[in-house]
């Protein structure tokens, strides 16, 4: 097996991959396979893709991983319309158990780093029971302090994992990755936001009939009012890329 790696293409000048979520698991596989270091997996949404038109030093972060999932119906909708391409929505917390899923099937290692450690030591117990044979081979609360991490760095590195999830937000979590990364011998690194907490069920995910009608985020801002500075932007985002497209 040796998936291509999927097209870049871009949003409002921000990199996203035009990907399925089956495409996402195989390249992951390949990347672990091919067994380099360094790659990262994160995930493109309005909200992200409106903070990194104002961070350049974020937007490097974002054009350096290996794999941009289409995280946001937003971002879908908008390569549809700018770039006429057939792109699916990947989300980025169900990409995680996905990828949980290959590595219970081929034996590579799992690190869980990020979130509370209630959430993160529930979130392992889960998905160890949900897929029998998972190794998770370490595992660490996302409320270290920065004289502890170069002792997370070797403790991950000791742990032979292959597949790092790091659970901090954006954009902690990116900023995170490109400072530590290359320090760790993991093949791939995917950014997860809060996607443990979904896993323990503090935080609920929108029911199906919301995802299915590409309504999650107006679930999440009813649900969760403190997001609602965050999705904001999202008429903004809208705004943009119709002008962009009008501009054409
Ligand atoms: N978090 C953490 N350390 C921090 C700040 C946040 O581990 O210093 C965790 C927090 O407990 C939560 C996640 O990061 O589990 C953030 O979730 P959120 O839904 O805000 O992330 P998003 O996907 O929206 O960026």
């Given at each position: ?9 871009e949003?409002?000048?921000?990199p996203?991959?035009?990907?399925t979520?089956?495409?996402?698991v195989?390249?992951?596989e390949r ?6 270091k360094?790659?990262y997996i ?5 909200e992200?893709?409106?903070?990194l038109l104002?961070?350049e030093?974020?937007r490097?972060a974002?054009a ?5 999932i289409?995280?946001?119906i ?6 549809r319309?700018l770039?006429g391409?057939a792109?699916v ?14 590595a219970?099937?081929k034996g590579?290692?799992?690190f869980?780093?990020g979130?509370?450690?209630?959430v ?5 117990n889960i998905?160890?029971s949900?897929y029998?044979?998972l190794?998770i081979?370490?595992r ?7 004289e502890?991490?170069p ?15 790091v659970a901090l937000?954006s954009p902690k979590?990116?900023e995170w ?10 093949k791939?690194?995917?950014g997860?936001g ?5 896993i ?11 995802c ?9 801002l ?7 500075k ?7 985002f ?7 497209k009008?501009?054409r």
């Amino acid at each position: 097996m040796n998936p291509e790696k999927p097209l870049r293409t871009e949003v409002l000048g921000i990199p996203v991959d035009c990907v399925t979520m089956q495409g996402a698991v195989d390249f992951a596989e390949r990347l672990i396979e091919e067994g380099s270091k360094g790659n990262y997996i994160l995930a493109v949404n309005p909200e992200k893709v409106m903070v990194l038109l104002k961070d350049e030093a974020l937007r490097a972060a974002f054009a350096g991983a290996a794999l941009l999932i289409p995280d946001g119906i937003g971002v879908v909708w908008a390569m549809r319309r700018l770039k006429g391409l057939a792109s699916v929505r990947v989300p980025g917390s169900e990409l995680m158990p996905k990828l949980c899923e290959l590595a219970a099937l081929k034996g590579y290692g799992v690190f869980l780093y990020g979130s509370k450690e209630e959430v993160n030591e529930g979130a392992a117990n889960i998905l160890a029971s949900r897929y029998p044979g998972l190794r998770i081979v370490g595992r660490a609360n996302g409320y270290l302090t920065a004289e502890e991490m170069p002792g997370l760095v070797r403790q991950i590195n000791d742990s032979g994992a292959e597949i790092l999830f790091v659970a901090l937000g954006s954009p902690k979590q990116e900023e995170w990755i490109l400072r530590w990364l290359p320090k760790l011998n993991v093949k791939v690194c995917q950014g997860i936001g809060g996607t443990l907490d979904t896993i323990v069920g503090t935080v609920k995910r929108a029911p199906p009939i919301f995802c299915r009608l590409g309504l999650e985020w107006f679930y999440r801002l009813v649900t969760d009012p403190r997001r609602a500075k965050r999705q904001a932007v999202l008429p903004v985002f809208a705004w943009k890329v119709l002008r962009e497209k009008m501009l054409r």
